[in-house]
DNA sequence: CTTGATCCTCCAGTGACTGGAGGATGTATT
DNA sequence: AATACATCCTCCAGTCACTGGAGGATCAAG
């Protein structure tokens, strides 16, 4: 399998060369292997898992929830009531945060038609997404 | 009407008293008015630009982002194309950021149905969430 | 064998909070 | 009136998740 260099994981990912560092640091992602003259290299399981983690991160979650969240795909079998929860839970804050998305959707779709016209009557963008539920 | 404290505005929103007066000192909420002995005192409006900011910090925007769509509803006669532009870039932000959480939720409940049956065959949680578009 | 791109480590800075020290003020109780 | 306790004030240091740059090594192409 192609072995990638550090800034071809990053074209590929969106992640920047500095980041994904960091994120080896924090053990988010593995130790990557070196070459001789210490080089990281990365292969495609590699491309994926930080895909991944730039979603969830993109998507509001922290470090340490995707560490958890990888968690649950790297040990498949074991603890499955946990992972299961987990999963629960993380659905949960994923759902309040789709109706709120929806709120904020909705009300920028009016904003930006209601200026189509040519002047907008009242922009009522903080009214209606200070009403969205909370969590 | 009724002026309310800081604690008491902080009660309300959710938003903690020190992080209130933060967004005090980079000017996302305004200057609030103050007492004769200093203290800051509110009003509904503040709790609801307050619930606002909260809802679209937690969603994801940033400070800055927020007080661009704060200015949408302040002047909502001026520059209405600048503000049309505005919420058609928040509208595109919002609409990939949703369909991501699509992904995400879509796999979290097959990890937690799958999970549920006592052991689960293979979690993919990773595999899936990384196919998710990027923006 | 030099040039330019890419890599390395290390470290300082940023954005958005968060918490605490040290002190003043407000309210309720004795 | 004195004490107690909550709440407020300012200021400042710390955290999380990056981001960018200095200073230097390595590699591939001309």
Same mark, same amino acid.
């Given at each position: 399998?192609?072995?990638?260099?550090?800034?071809?994981?990053?074209?590929?990912?969106?992640?920047?060369?500095?980041?994904?560092?960091?994120?080896?640091?924090?053990?988010?992602?593995?130790? @990557? *292997?070196?070459?001789?003259?210490?080089?990281?290299?990365?292969? !495609? /399981?590699?491309?994926? =898992? +930080?895909?991944?983690? $730039?979603?969830?991160?993109?998507?509001?979650?922290?470090?340490?929830?995707?560490?958890?969240?990888?968690?649950?795909?790297?040990?498949?079998?074991?603890?499955?009531?946990? @992972? *299961?929860?987990?999963?629960?839970?993380?659905?949960?804050?994923? !759902? /309040?945060?789709?109706? =709120? +998305?929806?709120?904020? $959707?909705?009300?920028?779709?009016?904003?930006?038609?209601?200026?189509?016209?040519?002047?907008?009557?009242?922009?009522?963008?903080?009214?209606?997404?200070?009403?969205?539920?909370?969590?």
């Amino acid at each position: 399998m192609a072995m990638l260099m550090i800034g071809e994981l990053a074209r590929r990912t969106g992640v920047k060369v500095n980041t994904i560092r960091f994120y080896e640091d924090i053990a988010l992602m593995p130790k @990557a *292997a070196r070459t001789d003259s210490g080089r990281r290299t990365y292969s !495609e /399981a590699d491309v994926k =898992r +930080l895909t991944f983690i $730039r979603n969830g991160r993109d998507l509001g979650f922290s470090t340490e929830e995707l560490k958890s969240l990888i968690g649950l795909s790297e040990h498949p079998d074991l603890d499955c009531g946990a @992972a *299961a929860a987990i999963a629960r839970r993380h659905l949960l804050a994923v !759902e /309040a945060r789709m109706s =709120r +998305l929806m709120l904020m $959707r909705r009300e920028l779709e009016r904003v930006a038609a209601n200026c189509d016209g040519g002047r907008m009557a009242d922009c009522q963008v903080i009214g209606a997404i200070a009403e969205a539920p909370s969590h």
